[in-house]
């Protein structure tokens, strides 16, 4: 008897080791910093983050994705401050040809040195933490991220000490795009818990491209990145993530935009062979009328990796566009999960909405999970949506060999071609040409 | 320059050749004609090296080298073209990029350096004029809603891109108008050299009024039962496929 309770409480102890070691640390003892304003919605969202806990795959958002093996693996570092090296080389983030300003951020923390973005005329580039006496901020922050009930979120906001903050300023078009590079280096297990904000004001124009990469000496890392996303009237977004990072990473990443009037965002979500775990929450919030947005995503997995995309799109009001199409590429032993809610809200009369899956699954053990979900509750709309599960066409490889295509290069042509109506509306071009050449990549990888 | 000895293949554990010979040299365009079913587009397939067909007996030589040992990609860079009789849609893949890739991957096989962009453009303006090929459709996706005939005129582009030593025509003519016809046998006419070769797979006569053929073989029952030349296709187009059933029938009775 006494033995069955010892094993019982040593279990608890086991499962929950991030969530017992975070509550031990921080509870009664959130980060404080001016202006306090901040302290009541840390609070809050601790609050909410106790009484949720880490999801398991009995919630129908995590069904997939297990994030258990992840948070009781061991024991963490929390502070990011004294582990990140120095010495680092942002090669594996470089795309060919790309004119950028550049912003380096070290285990979520910015790393002036590396950047060179500073000065630009209308664009604000600062750590997070400076930027909490900004209007914007006040306004922007938490406000929209926060009333999901994603438990990552609600732990980010009670617990982030660093991140970023981009302002683009009222009219301003932007020269060149922002290459923010985020490096995974601490040389221990960091639990990093980074928070974005992106505004975009009225009339600006903005190409923000987010690298992820890890140092070569890095450990096992597991980062929660939470990133508000606001384009305000008639501004326009294109947004790209780039998830080049190594077997050691695993990346929860919440994005929430907020779309006001007019205005435009698009979204490119590229994930190659690499980090071991990722999962993107990308929630697009249509807050008025007139509204396009555009979510494109390819995925080309290997290994072992677990890559979950989760999207929502949500038309709030009428006269909005949205397009959305993503594709997966499986390979060895891989998993790709897709899941596409389109939210058509009773307001959003003529709304206009297209999404589109499709998925190739080349290692025979590997695995997709897919889920377009629609809910509409507006009567003059068009919805659409679709989704394909497919292999190798040995017929095409077979005509391409036949004129002496090596079967590898044939392979490569092949995906290519599957993921042209993906990389093709990519409105950067040499983004696409970086991305293409991933692929060829990661094909060979696996 | 081919040489087919005593080739054996089967389906799916069906047997379909059953012991075929034949002699291709330089210079020649040998027809193989037969009814439906006799193993025709077999002999096409096998010799481009689709994986689905088992070969259990018998050799395939190319200028001496054994054909049957390469991969269909080796085949090619050797030399062999077949043109499908049903050419594969591959959206997403530029034509252009296609007939580079395999142009340059012949190339490398053969020790060449890459061809030079200049060189290759010049190239892909002068065949497509050979089969009328709109530029237009040289740079869309390969074969992606083109009709019959513009896909049987693309095989034909392709076959004159890639100049192959040996090429097989499987059925080229099923599907075409009249002028189609007549524009892809005046393509084939224009690359036929002392140097190359062709094996035109077909089941009517028609084609081979426009490509004239040196020998006719009709193959029956998975192996060669008549050669001749080309009055053998004109006695076939008169008497038909029953008249080559009923004799070769009888003799097996012997």
Redesign the interface.
């Given at each position: 008897m006494l033995d069955e309770v010892a094993t019982d409480i040593m279990i608890t102890q086991v499962s929950d080791s991030l969530y017992t070691q975070l509550i031990k640390t921080y509870g009664g003892n959130l980060p404080s910093s001016e202006p306090h304003s901040l302290d009541e919605i840390r609070k809050q969202a601790f609050e909410r983050f106790k009484s949720a806990g880490f999801p398991t795959v009995k919630q129908e958002d995590w069904k997939y994705t297990n994030v258990q093996p992840l948070v009781n693996r061991q024991h963490y570092v929390l502070d990011a401050e004294t582990l990140s090296s120095d010495d680092l080389s942002l090669d594996k983030a470089v795309i060919p040809g790309l004119d950028a300003y550049r912003v380096v951020m070290v285990d979520g923390r910015y790393n002036a040195k590396l950047s060179t973005a500073a000065d630009i005329h209308g664009l604000s580039i600062m750590p997070i933490d400076q930027a909490f006496d900004r209007l914007c901020f006040a306004k922007y922050f938490a406000e929209y991220a926060d009333k999901t009930d994603n438990p990552f979120v609600a732990l980010n906001t009670a617990l982030f000490t660093s991140g970023l903050f981009i302002e683009v300023g009222k009219n301003v078009q932007l020269q060149k795009p922002i290459h923010v590079i985020h490096v995974a280096s601490a040389m221990k297990p960091l639990f990093a818990q980074v928070r974005n904000l992106y505004v975009i004001s009225t009339f600006a124009e903005a190409e923000i491209i987010e690298s992820f990469i890890t140092d070569e000496g890095a450990a096992h890392n597991l980062n929660n990145t939470v990133s508000e996303v606001v384009v305000r009237e008639s501004a326009k977004l294109q947004h790209y993530y780039l998830q080049v990072a190594g077997a050691q990473g695993n990346y929860l990443n919440h994005t929430e935009v907020y779309q006001e009037k007019h205005s435009l965002y698009n979204h490119y979500n590229c994930t190659f062979p690499g980090a071991a775990f990722v999962r993107n929450n990308i929630n697009v919030r249509l807050g008025d009328s007139e509204v396009e947005s555009h979510l494109y995503g390819v995925t080309l997995t290997a290994g072992n990796q677990l890559v979950d995309n989760h999207t929502i799109v949500d038309h709030r009001e009428p006269h909005c566009e949205s397009y959305e199409w993503y594709k997966n590429i499986t390979q060895d032993t891989s998993t790709a999960v897709f899941n596409g809610k389109i939210f058509v809200r009773p307001d959003a009369q003529k709304t206009n909405a297209f999404q589109q899956n499709n998925n190739m699954l080349i290692g025979e053990k590997s695995a997709v999970y897919t889920k377009p979900q629609l809910e509409i509750f507006a009567d003059d709309v068009k919805c659409s949506h679709g989704c394909t599960i497919g292999q190798f066409?040995?017929?095409?490889l077979?005509?391409?060999?036949?004129?002496?295509?090596?079967?590898a290069?044939?392979r490569v042509?092949?995906v290519?071609?599957?993921?042209?109506?993906v990389t093709s509306r990519f409105a950067n071009a040499t983004v696409r040409e970086y991305v293409e050449h991933l692929v060829e990549q990661g094909l060979k990888a696996g | 320059m081919l040489s087919i000895r005593n080739l054996h293949a089967s389906v799916e554990d069906k047997q379909i050749l059953k012991g075929l010979d034949l002699e291709v040299k330089a210079g020649e365009v040998h027809a193989i004609m037969g009814p439906n079913g006799s193993g025709k587009s077999t002999l096409g397939n096998v010799l481009a090296g689709r994986e689905a067909y088992e070969v259990t007996e018998g050799e395939v030589l190319l200028d001496g080298k054994d054909l049957l040992d390469l991969s269909p990609e080796d085949r090619a860079r050797e030399g062999v073209f077949l043109a499908f009789q049903y050419p594969v849609e591959i959206p997403g893949v530029s034509n252009i990029n296609f007939l580079k890739t395999a142009l340059n991957e012949v190339r490398a096989y053969k020790g060449l350096p890459p061809m030079e962009a200049k060189e290759f453009l010049s190239r892909v303006k002068e065949k497509q004029k050979l089969v009328k090929f709109d530029a237009k459709l040289a740079n869309r996706s390969l074969n992606e809603g083109f009709s019959g005939g513009e896909k049987k005129r693309n095989e034909i582009f392709q076959l004159a891109m890639l100049e192959p030593k040996l090429a097989i025509l499987d059925e080229t003519d099923s599907g075409l108008d009249i002028d189609a016809l007549r524009i892809v046998a005046g393509g084939v006419n224009q690359l036929r050299s002392n140097d190359n070769a062709f094996i035109v797979i077909t089941h009517y006569q028609r084609l081979l009024d426009y490509i004239v053929p040196d020998f006719v073989h009709v193959l029956y029952n998975g192996r060669i039962v008549r050669s001749g030349t080309k009055e053998l296709a004109l006695e076939l187009e008169e008497k038909g496929y029953d008249w080559i059933k009923e004799t070769v029938d009888a003799e097996g009775t012997v």
């Open positions: 066409d040995n017929e095409a077979f005509y391409l060999r036949a004129r002496g295509i090596s079967e290069q044939a042509l092949l290519h071609a599957f993921a042209f109506d | -």
